[in-house]
């Protein structure tokens, strides 16, 4: 977006009662933000639930120099502000109701990003800490993007976790993206930015207060196609998480743990309600890859299909092209299948054969002694 019109996006955002309902109001019906700044009053009051206290902020806002001093900070730390009308602004944020009008982006946002979310404790155990790691290791060499709010604990396992594994992180903060908080997270934050990206709707200089953080967690959901919870105690944070990510109708995950530890019962609560009890990757991907659109799937199944996992499926098993006797059908099903667990879903995406055709090949190949079948309608090479 232009620099000239960005500023009124800023302004707008500046004028106390506008909230983030209202901005959307007012833009859909004018236009845009420099729209509503030159509108008349009378015409800025009778848009729906404006009203003429708002309207009479609106013409009467006259701080430009903070506007320009956002925007002078945003250059400096090389920001970039997204809009909601910019391609760059994530999809599935759009779907929630009082969505912000525009996010402070330090990195970028992939527009395709698969995200998974990965929140938890502050006062993380051993055990949590290692779980989230290896879990979102995983996530990222399968190609998921792990979202999470960069706290202490097990939001910052489950960064450092997707950088391990090479992959795709984005942190949501509670703050001015100027403001580091936990300040030791400093490098933290410069890594996500170079690998993936910091977000924020809260303008420069605004600290971590405890009001920000479940606006905070609105956008860690919205922008999240599941939510994964490592470790939450009954009055955890991470559960207002995923009460906001049920309401926007996303997948629920909870990783299960001591049951002598308080710092379980609200994972156990969570399972207990329904949500999806996870143990491995392939248990959340099970779940996310069905609601992926089909540009997404094979986005997905690239990733999946990585130069490491190739190599590996040299080394491990032969190729399909080796077995004798095989259909067309089932050599393509049988490519898709190495010594890395792969799911059915997975399996009807990438060769584009009907789901029964799939499922009887698989079933074949299981006599046959080619594949193993594991639970989740996991599938793998038989050695």
Known sequence: MKHHNLRYWIA????????????????????????????????????????????????????????????????????????FQDPQYPKALLNIYDFPPFLYVKGILGENDINVAVVGSRAASTYGK????????????????????????????????????????????GSGLDVVYPPENEKLFLEIAAHGAVITDFPFSTPP?????????????????????????????????????????????????SIDTAGSRGTHKLIKQGAKLIENVYDVLDEILPQLDRELQVKFLQAKNSPQDNAAQEKGTPAAAEVSGLSDAETSVLKQVSSKPVNVDSIIVSTGLKANDVLSILLNMELQGLVRQLPGKIFVRKE
């Open 209 to 257: 207060h405890g009001p920000n953080f479940p606006a905070r967690n609105r956008i860690i959901s919205g922008i999240s196609h599941g939510v994964v919870v490592v470790e939450a105690g009954e009055k955890s944070g991470s559960l207002i998480t995923a009460r906001l990510a049920l309401e926007q109708g996303r997948e629920v995950f909870a990783v299960p743990g």
């Open 12 to 83: 707008l955002k500046f004028v106390d009662g506008v909230g983030n309902v209202g901005f959307k109001t007012l833009v859909d019906a004018l236009g845009s933000p420099q729209n509503v700044f030159q509108e008349n009053i009378n015409t800025l009051r009778m848009v729906p639930g404006i009203g003429e206290k708002t309207a009479d902020r609106i013409k009467a806002f006259n701080d430009w120099e903070k506007v320009e001093r956002e925007m002078e900070t945003a250059h400096k730390m090389n920001v970039s502000i997204a809009t």
């Open 130 to 173: 290692f779980s989230t790691e290896r879990l979102c290791r995983e996530l990222a060499m399968h190609g998921i993007t792990v979202v999470s709010g960069m706290a202490r604990g097990i939001d910052s396992a489950a960064h450092r976790g997707a950088l391990a594994g090479k992959g795709r992180t984005i942190a949501v903060l």
